[in-house]
């Protein structure tokens, strides 16, 4: 009994799935009993049911989000994951370039998002623009610190073995800096989910931040708290994809974690 | 004939600032012939690391030369060298036989027979049921046991040994010495083995190098009268005990 509650609760996908089903059981009643109106807080029965008659205006939405984070995402990916490794080896533009693009991280550039509209037009540019911003600052310090952080024992065995810059850098440096490389893809792609609502509330006549912004506008409370609910699902999606990668990539960045655990 | 490995007035300096700098290592003169195996004492911070990365190519001598069969340094040595660290440096990331096969791996030989080698070498250190295993799910001495393979895989003519036992227990420890003559007295690599126990040295060396404190520079050098092969017999002997009372007095005297 006390072993089978023990197991239970190490459960990790169960746990979320009873503590969430508390919380959805919890806010129903809540409605109610003090009988909130549906503008102020609709219950979950009719945000599930509104999700369910407007399925095809929230479907053309969300693509259109989701391919505005995919794409700052993934240019984010590649100029971030380029241009670390060109720092991470050039002592000049890790003094000059990096000092530089650290101190512009004090910009808050949720205050940029504006600017970019002016910059780029209304259309999707300017948002991919915003998630593209976002997301590059985490990933390439994740690449320059895992590429500079290498053991040095391990350089010096692929010093002592030989190895030219190219093999100690794909068979050593780089492996060892994809943790850190996954550190920043994590927090970035986190960003990224905000990035794109945020320039879409500035100026956008499409995507889940403008019918956000069109349904709260309206008091239309169920169709704003699907869009809500879209947008959590989307970023835990996102995160979970990410992290299921690192775990598929490197499997031995979190191995002493799991192995604290003990296993009784 | 040149000797094998020979330091000519070897030192080194490492510059910390502009005008702040260590002398790690004094004047070193030291000839080694082939098949010889050398233990080097002393104490901490007098150098040894230091001395065994300069002859691996690691760091370059402030002043003096390293020459192999007479030739100075030149990138083709590293196919004579193999060093073991005093951790396992094992890269988390590949199994124990992908640890192994590194070095064949970066120097471009066949696979085949390298894996075939590998094997064959990770059973002799009774690693055999954990070829593909993960580094990080064996015990340290286990560890330490793969990377004395990876020094081995290439057949080194001289394998570089910095204290690779300091961190075991006693038990695994003198296991993992008898494995290392063991090995030896088959391949009859020229060994340069760093430690800090003198019994160790005196047990598994031909000579024994002793070195004195900061700038480090050889006190002396002890040749053990012990036959080969070596046993355990010997650790009660009287010229074993006779060697290292010499070793421990060189090394008291140079303490202060
Ligand atoms: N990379 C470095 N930069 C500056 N000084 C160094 C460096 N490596 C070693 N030293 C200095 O050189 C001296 C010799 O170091 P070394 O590591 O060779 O000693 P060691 O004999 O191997 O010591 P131990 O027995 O503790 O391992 C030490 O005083 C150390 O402070
Ligand atoms: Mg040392």
Redesign the interface.
Known sequence: MNNRWKRFCDNELAMTILSMSVVVVFWELLVYFFKIPQWLLPSPKAIISEMYRSAAYLWEHSLVTLGEIILGFALAFGGGLLLGIIIAFSPVLEKTLYKLLVATQAIPKVAIAPILVVWLGLGQLSKIALVFLLCFFPIMVGTVSGLQST?R??L????????NWF?SFL??RF??A?PYLFNGLRVSVSLAVIGAIISEFVNADRGLGYSLLIATSQLKGPLTFSVVTILALLGIGLFSIVAWLEKLV?P?AK?TET?SHPDN | MPALLSLEGVEKTYWLAPNQTIAALGKIDLEVQDREFIAIVGPSGCGKTTML?LI???LKPSKGRITIQGIPFK?SH??L???V?Q?P?L???RTVLNNVL??C???GQDLRKARALAKELLGLVGLKKFINR?P?ELSYGMQQRVSICRALISDPKILLMDEPFAALDAITRFELTRLLLEIWSMKKNTVLFVTHNIQEAVFLADRVVVMTSRPGRIASIIDVPLPRPRKEEHLYEQSFSNCAKTIHQLLGLNAL
Do not use: H, T, Y
Request: net charge neutral.
């Open positions: 053991n024992e391990l010096e065995l692929a010093d002592v073995m030989g190895a093999q068979k050593i492996p060892a994809l490197c031995w191995s192995e | 990365k691996s190519g690691i990138n590293r196919q060298l193999g060093m660290f951790q440096a890269l988390p990331w590194l070095p791996e970066i120097k993960n990080r």
